[in-house]
């Protein structure tokens, strides 16, 4: 007897490692890629990028995660360089410091999600959902710095928002690897 209820034990628990594992390697349904969005503050835009990725089509969990952590981290450097011809080019000292504490913000989403890179190969959800967690603040970080004015002319405050949205994605996603 006790060596029956054994064998159902271990029978339920290899039952529960392939349904998670499965989970984890099959095609990523859209309905999942919609569930992840949707906890963003841009559903619309989250999904739009996710699906405009030609790897997304065929990958699994890890291989979307490793997608929002490329699309985050591309976001950043985009969001770092236009900060820095800012820096460059505008007249107003109030701008300029602005732009230069979000330089540092979008250097440090970088380099955050550069973290969520290794967390991911390395197989450790929390530390890819850290590290998203991690550069959405810094990415907050920068829009409250143009919460008073002057009002920022340029197209960053959009690409902030982008970004959080997109380090946002990263967060949500790791919750499934």
Excluded: H, W
């Excluded at 529960?16 to 949707?38: H, T, W």
């Amino acid at each position: 007897m006790a060596k029956k209820i054994i064998i159902q034990i271990i029978s339920v628990v290899v039952l529960f490692v392939n349904l998670s594992y499965g989970r984890k390697n099959m095609k990523v349904p859209e309905d999942v890629v919609q569930e992840i969005c949707a906890s963003t503050n841009d559903p619309t835009f989250c999904f739009k990028a996710i699906k405009s990725d030609p790897r997304t089509a065929g990958e699994n969990l890890t291989g979307l995660a490793g997608i929002c952590i490329d699309l985050a981290g591309g976001a950043a450097k985009k969001a770092e360089k236009l900060a820095a011809t800012l820096i460059k080019t505008t007249t107003d000292p109030q701008l300029k410091e602005k732009y230069r504490a979000c330089s540092k913000n979008f250097a440090a989403a970088r380099g955050r999600m550069g973290e969520a890179a290794k967390g991911l190969a390395a197989g450790n959800g929390k530390a890819v959902a850290e590290s998203g967690l991690d550069g959405l603040n810094e990415s907050e970080d920068c829009r409250d710095e143009f919460e008073a004015p002057p009002k920022d002319p340029s197209e960053l405050p959009g690409l902030v928002g982008k970004l959080i949205t997109l380090c946002g994605a990263v967060f949500f996603v790791a919750q499934y690897v």
